[in-house]
């Protein structure tokens, strides 16, 4: 759809057309407070979901998709009417699953966010296991003598063993 520039003016011009009809010419008392969120077109221009959302609950929800199905011949002709194609897309109501999305991400960043406030209380007054600063740095040249006299000491003590363990075994 999207590749189709003619499929997306005529779905914004079908939102607009449907969210006018749903505002001024759909009286059914089952029609709730109804958002069109989005058109989407197919490419042969065929058909046309159109995806809206309702305000208030899963009853109002029902109310509202009932109402949309039986004016669903009356939105078809007002599009066919208004929108002048040669052949008026077939319609579909689907209810947008944004505000529930919308409720799920909140729902979960909040729960890292308590999470988050658990581990900082936890943290307070604790040390790092490897010190502030666990990487290592260059060493500085007092420290490279002091290695070095280290591992020429012990190559001595263990040239030492070495020879003792020798003269233990000839003797």
């Known amino acids: 759809m999207a590749d189709n520039p003619r499929a997306r003016r ?8 449907v969210a006018q009809l749903l505002d001024t010419r759909i009286k059914d008392p089952r029609l709730g407070f109804v958002t069109v969120t989005d058109v989407r077109v197919t490419g042969d221009l065929q058909n046309a979901s159109i995806f809206y959302t309702v305000y208030g609950d899963d009853t109002e929800r029902a109310g509202t998709a009932a109402a949309l199905e039986s004016a669903k011949g009356l939105v078809r002709s007002e599009v066919g009417k208004q929108t002048g194609v040669r052949l ?3 319609i579909e109501f689907h209810l947008d699953a944004v505000p529930e999305t919308a409720a799920h991400l909140t729902a979960a960043l909040e729960e890292a966010r ?3 406030a658990e ?6 007054g604790k040390d790092y296991a490897g010190g502030e600063d666990p990487y290592r740095k260059p060493a500085e040249e007092d420290d490279v003598d002091a290695l070095a006299d280290d591992l020429e000491d012990d190559r001595e003590d263990d040239l030492e ?3 003792d363990a020798d003269d233990d075994r000839r003797a």
């Open 88 to 90: 008026t897309p077939a």
């Open 119 to 124: 581990l900082a209380a936890l943290r307070e």
């Open 161 to 163: 063993d070495d020879l």
């Open 10 to 17: 005529l779905a914004d011009r079908i939102k607009v057309i």
């Open 114 to 116: 308590r999470r988050d």
